[in-house]
């Protein structure tokens, strides 16, 4: 159905009651039955907005003036929340935040997967929802005097020097600020994305929250760092902690970040950290939950709805470097992990292996080829585990599953609607949703996991 337009008129003001909140942060106000979308407002508040856009069946305003405020509304604790656009909900109380990504994902669920008395727990939060990050990497530019780095300006290719990210570990803006000094001083020069010239592009900083190692990584257009030995040295004087120092090279005319080639400068090629028991080697092009803390609280719901005994064969699809297979693993019978990217199953195994893990075998390749061919080869899982990209899982996988019958399917999703999507195609064939619980990862953002257990009912 589209939404007839209403009577308003580009560049009008006019006053509105918000009703909602997309999935993206931004306030939803209705005109006779027609959503504007407006950044900055939240559910329950009333503003003055301009009419920014008018689309066929929605619209645009900005806003201009409150005129009501909600019982959620805070100040933002960031002073570069509005230009950043890192995070998107920094204006709502956290509690607020946590309602609002559980309403999310109820409705998401009703909409698309046609869920309607599934049970869906209230988001599992932080603590203490602040400095969780634990990697940063910044662009890096110049004004006079030096070198900064820390965020594109929102919507545009100014960077913005960043003295704090209240996500971003401590440590990590620390590092960042000693980098930049230290290169600043050495007359390193920021590449310049319009003219391709200069050598310094990004500075990566990941550190071990447990273990308090700290890995950076320096990205240059060029292959030589000037001044390279000396230049590490001032910075392994200046970084106490610091045990990975890594040069990448990116030649590329790109926004992509990394290049192909990556040398050790420093140290070690791997710093580590734990989450829960379980120790994994980090390297600079590693894939590794940027907050560990929530990542354990979401696997260690995984392990429940997985009710292991010690008897199951279970299948992780979409496994990266093996966190939840390894997860499984301490209290399965047999864990298979299939992941697309090679780099990663070395990762994988190394991280079994350096955790004593034998029970697990690793495989490179499409979830939606690789565990068909495990299934034709007889291997048969007890419980099925799923941690797809943002776009859900394979119609073929979701065939294979109904065909393999796993007595459960545990489901990680990252993105609501296609988890929606995917659970309504299980349902129809022989799958039930038995509960839905939702983890803030990544506070102040608008992003929402979720964790859900389906069982087969036998018909
Ligand atoms: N559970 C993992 C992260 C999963 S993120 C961990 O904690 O490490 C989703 C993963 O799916 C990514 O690693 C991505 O590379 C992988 N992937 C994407 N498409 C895939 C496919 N068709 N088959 C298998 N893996 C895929």
């Given at each position: 159905?589209?939404?007839k337009h209403p009577d308003i008129r580009k560049n009008e003001y006019c006053n509105v009651y918000v009703e909602d909140l997309t999935h993206e942060g931004k306030g939803v106000a209705k005109i006779d039955g027609y959503p504007l979308f407006v950044a900055g407002v939240l559910p329950g508040e009333k503003a003055t907005i301009q009419v920014t856009k008018l689309n066929k069946g929605y619209g645009f305003g900005r806003l201009i003036e409150l005129l009501?405020?909600?019982?959620?509304?805070?100040a933002p604790?960031?002073?570069?929340?509005?230009e950043c656009g890192g995070c998107q909900l920094q204006h709502m109380s956290y509690q607020g935040q946590l309602l609002a990504k559980e309403k999310q994902v109820r409705e998401i669920l009703q909409r698309i997967g046609k869920l309607d008395d599934v049970p869906v727990h209230p988001v599992l939060g932080m603590d203490n929802p602040w400095r969780y990050r634990n990697k940063a990497q910044v662009p890096i530019g110049e004004r006079e005097g030096g070198l900064v780095g820390g965020f594109y300006k929102q919507r545009t290719?100014?960077?913005i020097d960043m003295e704090a990210c209240l996500i971003q570990m401590e440590e990590n803006d620390a590092v960042l600020q000693k980098l930049k000094t230290v290169?600043?001083?050495f007359g390193l020069r920021a590449y310049d994305e319009n003219t391709h010239k200069g050598t310094l592009r990004h500075i990566m900083v990941r550190s071990g929250k447990v273990t308090g190692h700290i890995m950076v990584v320096l990205i240059t257009k060029t292959s030589d760092i000037p001044n390279r030995k000396k230049l590490v040295k001032t910075i392994v004087n200046a970084i106490p902690g610091v045990k990975s120092i890594v040069h990448n090279v990116n030649t590329k005319r790109t926004n992509v970040i990394f290049g192909e080639q990556t040398n050790i400068l420093w140290g070690d090629e791997f710093i580590y950290d734990y989450i829960g028991n379980?120790?994994?080697?980090?390297s600079a092009r590693s894939f590794y939950q940027v907050n560990p803390e929530q990542t354990?609280?979401?696997?260690d719901k995984a392990l429940e709805y997985a009710q292991l005994t010690g008897q199951e064969t279970v299948i992780d699809a979409y496994c990266g470097i093996g966190t939840i297979s390894l997860f499984l693993a301490q209290k399965a019978k047999k864990v298979y992990g299939v992941e697309i990217v090679p780099e990663a199953i070395e990762d994988a195994r190394r991280n079994a292996e350096l955790n004593g893990i034998h029970n697990v075998e690793f495989a490179v390749g499409e979830a939606e080829s690789v565990i068909p061919k495990w299934y034709k080869e007889g291997v048969k899982a007890d419980v099925l585990v799923v941690d797809p990209p943002r776009k859900g899982c394979d119609e073929t996988l979701l065939?294979?599953?109904?065909?393999?019958?796993p007595k459960k399917v545990v489901y990680v999703s990252c993105n609501p609607a296609t988890l929606a999507r995917d659970l309504r195609i299980l349902e129809d064939d022989g799958y039930k949703t038995m509960e839905v619980q939702p983890v803030d990862m990544f506070p102040h953002t608008v992003h929402v996991e979720c964790v859900v257990l389906m069982s087969r009912v036998e018909k």
């Open positions: 159905m589209v939404n009501e405020k909600s019982e959620s509304r805070v604790a960031c002073p570069i929340y509005e290719h100014e960077i290169c600043s001083e379980i120790r994994f080697a980090i354990k609280v979401l696997y065939k294979t599953i109904i065909d393999m019958k």
